[in-house]
C-alpha cells in the first residue's frame, strides 16, 4: 500500500505547530499535523481535573501571542477572546499589601504610600523598559542572520539588522547591551527601594529559567516578558475565555477552515529521509506519510535526538542539542476550591480575586528560592504566581465554586532522589502553606489539588525536560544561537526538515513567533 502524500507534515500539535500548518495551508499547500495526545494544543490545554473544574493545566496567561498571527488567521472570528488581568497583588508578611491596577493613578498613589521616591520613579522605569522592548521587538519577527556565515542570505540579514540597529539612538542601543546582560535584581536595585515592588518585578526574569533574580541575563528575560500586548494595549496580561485550550481551539479551527488535517493520537516515530533529504514521516502505528516538507514543532531534543536518526544530522549539531539547556524549574499546582481564598491584607471578595496574586516580597526571598533548587531541592519558600481563572471565566468552575492557578518556582527537573508521589505531596503541601500565610482558609476550602512537576510535564506534554519555553532563554541560547549556532533560521542540517517549536528564535510562551517564521522560510524555499 502506498503511503499517504501531503505537501507538509507537521509534528506536534502544540500552538506554533498549528499555526505553521495555518501559514503553509494560506500558501496553497496540503498539510496535516499529526499529535501524540488525544487533543491539540501540547502545553497549551484546558482540562477538566476533578468534575465540573477546568484547569488551564500548564500555561495559563497570555500577552505575547503576536498581533499578526491574530490578524492573519482570524483568531477572534474562531473564538478567540482574551480577557484582561485588571491587577496585580503582593500580600506582604506584615499584613499589608502591595498593589497595581490597571488604573494609573490608582497604582501610582499605591506605591507612594509605600515609597514616594519610587512612586516618582516608577513611570521612568515603564517608560524606559516599554521604549527598550519597542527598540528589541522587530528582531522577534526577523531570521536571525548568522553571522559567521558569508551567504547571501545571512549578509541580507545582517545587513538590515545592521540597518536598524543603526535607526536606534545611541542610548537604546547602550540600554538593550545592558539588558541582555545584566541581572534583573541589578536592574531593579538602580531604579527602586521597596522590597516588595523589587521582588514582584524581579519575578518576570526568572520564568522559564533556572536561575534567580541575581543571576546575569535574567535582565533580558524580564524584557521578554515586557513585550506583550493585548488589543494594541503595551504591556497587558490575560486569561483566554475556556483557558489556553481555547486559545489552541481558536487556532486549531482556523487552522482546519483553511484546509488543514489535523490527526491527534498520531506519534510519529521516526522522520523518514531519502536521497539525503526529509520525504516523510514512519508513525508509531506502521503506518507512513510523505511530504516534500517535515516541519518539527516539538522540544530540539526530540526533534534531532529521537525523530531522526543520528547518520543524518553532523556530529557538530547533534553535540549542541545535547548541550542545549533544557532544565526545567517551573512547577504547577492547580486547585478547585469550594470558596475564593479570604486574604487578610485584603479582606472579602475584590479586584485581587479577579487579578494576579504574587508571592514575592523580596528578590532575596527569591533568590533563596533558588538556592534550594541550586541543590537539588523543591524551594521551601517558593516564589507563586496565582491567579483564580473563575473569577474571571465563570465556566472554568461550578456556580459558589472556584479554581486556582499557581505557577511556582523553583521545582527542579532534577531533584535530589527523583520525582516520586510523596516529594509531589510535599511540593504540594509547600504550595498550600505558603498561600496559607496570607489566606488562612484555603486549606479548608480545597476540593482537590492537582501538583505538576517538571517531570510530568515531561510525561503529559511530552516536553523534554519540562522546560515551559523549551530550552533556557538564557543569553548563549538566544537569536543566531536558538536552537544552535549557524541553524537558527528555522532549517536544519537535513533538506526539507524545518524547526518551528519554542526551542526557536525568539524564545517560549504563546507567541507563535516561531510556528509563523518557520513556515515563512520553508515557503521562500519553495519557491
Known amino acids: 500500500m502506498s503511503a499517504a502524500r501531503y505537501d507538509a507534515i507537521v509534528i506536534g500539535a502544540g500552538h506554533n505547530g498549528m499555526i505553521a500548518a495555518a501559514y503553509l495551508a494560506r500558501a496553497g499547500k496540503k498539510v496535516v499535523v499529526l ?3 488525544d487533543r491539540v494544543g501540547g502545553a497549551t490545554v484546558t482540562r477538566e481535573i476533578f468534575p465540573g473544574y477546568r484547569f488551564t493545566e500548564f500555561s495559563y496567561v497570555v500577552s505575547l501571542l503576536r498581533p499578526e498571527i491574530i490578524r492573519d488567521l482570524e483568531l477572534p472570528r474562531h473564538g478567540l477572546k482574551i480577557l484582561p488581568l485588571p491587577s496585580t497583588v503582593t500580600p506582604m508578611d506584615n499584613g499589608d499589601y502591595l498593589a497595581g491596577w490597571d488604573d494609573h493613578d490608582l497604582t501610582r498613589r499605591e506605591i507612594y504610600r509605600h515609597s514616594p521616591r519610587d512612586a516618582e520613579a516608577t513611570d521612568e522605569y515603564s517608560r524606559v523598559m516599554a521604549r527598550a522592548a519597542k527598540a528589541i521587538k522587530p528582531i522577534l519577527s526577523i531570521v536571525p542572520p548568522d553571522p559567521s556565515s558569508m551567504s547571501w542570505r545571512d549578509l541580507a540579514g545582517l545587513l538590515k539588522l545592521g540597518r536598524y540597529g543603526a535607526s536606534l539612538s545611541e542610548q537604546e542601543r547602550y540600554r538593550i547591551a545592558k539588558l541582555t546582560t545584566q541581572s534583573a535584581g541589578d536592574l531593579l536595585d538602580e531604579w527602586f527601594e521597596f522590597d516588595p515592588l523589587k521582588g514582584t518585578k524581579s519575578a518576570s526574569g526568572i520564568i522559564g529559567t533556572f536561575l534567580g533574580p541575581r543571576s546575569p541575563g535574567t535582565a533580558y528575560v524580564l524584557l521578554h516578558h515586557y513585550m506583550g500586548e493585548i488589543d494594541g494595549a503595551f504591556r497587558a496580561w490575560g486569561f483566554a475565555k ?14 482546519r477552515a483553511l484546509g488543514v488535517e489535523i490527526r491527534t493520537s498520531a506519534p510519529v516515530a521516526k522522520v523518514l529521509v531519502k536521497g539525503g533529504r526529509a520525504s516523510g514521516v514512519a508513525l508509531e502505528n506502521g503506518d507512513e506519510l510523505e511530504a516534500r516538507v517535515v516541519m518539527s514543532a516539538v522540544d530540539p531534543k526530540r526533534s534531532f535526538l529521537q525523530l531522526v536518526d543520528p547518520q543524518h544530522l553532523p556530529e557538530e549539531f547533534t553535540e549542541a ?9 517551573s512547577g504547577k499546582v492547580n486547585i478547585a476550591l469550594s470558596e475564593l481564598p479570604q486574604f487578610t491584607c485584603l479582606p472579602g471578595v475584590g479586584p485581587l480575586h479577579r487579578g494576579a496574586i504574587s508571592f514575592s516580597p523580596s528578590i532575596d526571598y527569591i533568590e533563596r528560592a533558588y538556592d534550594d533548587a541550586k541543590y537539588g531541592q523543591f524551594s521551601q519558600r517558593p516564589y507563586i504566581d496565582a491567579i483564580i481563572p473563575s473569577m474571571i471565566d465563570r465556566d472554568m468552575a461550578p456556580p459558589g465554586h472556584h479554581v486556582m492557578s499557581c505557577f511556582v518556582q523553583y521545582a527542579p527537573y532534577d531533584i535530589e532522589g527523583g520525582w516520586n508521589d510523596a516529594r509531589r505531596e510535599a511540593f504540594g503541601e509547600t504550595v498550600v502553606s505558603t498561600i496559607e500565610r496570607y489566606a488562612p482558609n484555603i486549606r479548608r476550602a480545597i ?3 492537582q501538583v505538576i512537576t517538571p517531570k510530568d510535564i515531561e510525561d503529559i506534554a511530552g516536553i523534554t ?14 537569536f543566531f544561537l536558538r536552537p544552535a549556532p549557524q541553524w537558527a533560521d528555522f532549517r536544519t542540517p537535513l533538506a526539507g526538515y524545518y524547526y518551528g517549536a519554542s526551542g526557536a528564535h525568539p524564545g517560549g510562551g504563546i507567541m507563535g513567533a516561531n510556528g509563523r517564521l518557520a513556515a515563512m522560510e520553508a515557503l521562500k524555499d519553495w519557491r
Do not use: P
Open 321 to 329: 542539542i545535547r548541550r542545549f539547556r533544557v532544565r526545567g524549574s
Open 242 to 255: 475556556n483557558g489556553t485550550g481555547g486559545v489552541a481551539e481558536a487556532i486549531a479551527r482556523s487552522a
Open 465 to 478: 525536560g519540562g522546560n515551559i519555553f523549551h530550552g533556557e532563554l538564557s543569553l548563549h541560547q538566544l
Open 35 to 37: 499529535e501524540r495526545n
Open 447 to 449: 476540593v482537590g489539588k
